[in-house]
């Protein structure tokens, strides 16, 4: 018998599915991404916290006395010509204005040198030095008092605005050496270098080559010295007893007594006060936040 050999059979046709619409990812929200109102929320209380107390400032500075309207209307300056001239506030601004620039200046100038010989110098007691500039930030300032007055009565500077210019330097010199030396590390030690290989000298590749990319960290650092100085009561109060020396946070003092309080007078002075720490920082603040982010990494 001859056995039959089947036909193969054919497997079955695939059939093509058919093509499905694209349909767009969605979009996740990641884990870590929080709703808006969670974001606002807590700012707009900030904002509301911070804005209060300004308002109730202007309210008592520019109504009249004796009213209790919450709107101030209608707006009045007497408070303002009565701290300018009648409490001496013209004179505790131009004081105010010598400390706080003067301030400036000598932190920015010693900051500097200090800084500079901090990043690009290595010497045995380097870490030493470092450490007792962290420490000494934890020494509060009403602990310098008593040094600080005998060395200014020795000198004969009690009395005198140039001991409250000393004494802010110092007090502000450590952190502001310690920003400005990192600031300095930031920049590439091979620019100094390739200006050394053109001719110039140390000082002079400093000056042509570091000082103009340390301009936000200056200014940083400079802003707060001056903020410091401007604000700062204890100093200016302990070394200063002649009326015509005072500074603009000793005059406030001066506003109010045991008995009574001038609240018109007391926020007018304190608009004073506040106006040019806030013009400064509106003006700087793009350097202020450039400066104090590139110091705080390390190069």
Known sequence: MSATKEAPVAPPARRH???QPHRPATRHRAWDEAPRWQIYLPLSIYLLFTLVPFYWMLLFALRPAGSTS????PITFDHFEKVWTERSFGTYFENSVYVGVATLVTTTVVALAGGYALARFDFRIKRAFMLALLCSQFVPGALLLVPLFEIFAELQMINSLG????AETVFQLPL????ISNF???VPYSLEEAAWVDGCGRFTAFRLVVL???RPGLIAVGSFAFVHSWNHFLFALMFLNNQGKQTIPVGLNTLMSADS???GALAAGGIIAAVPVVLVFA???KWLITGFSAGAVKG
């Open 261 to 263: 309080v001038d609240l």
């Open 184 to 186: 300095i590390k930031n």
């Open 70 to 73: 919450l709107v101030p209307w």
């Open 212 to 214: 103009p990319l340390l």
């Open 163 to 166: 001991s409250v210019i000393i």
């Open 283 to 285: 003006f700087i603040q």
């Open 17 to 19: 599915a058919a093509p």
């Open 176 to 179: 502001s050496m310690i920003l």
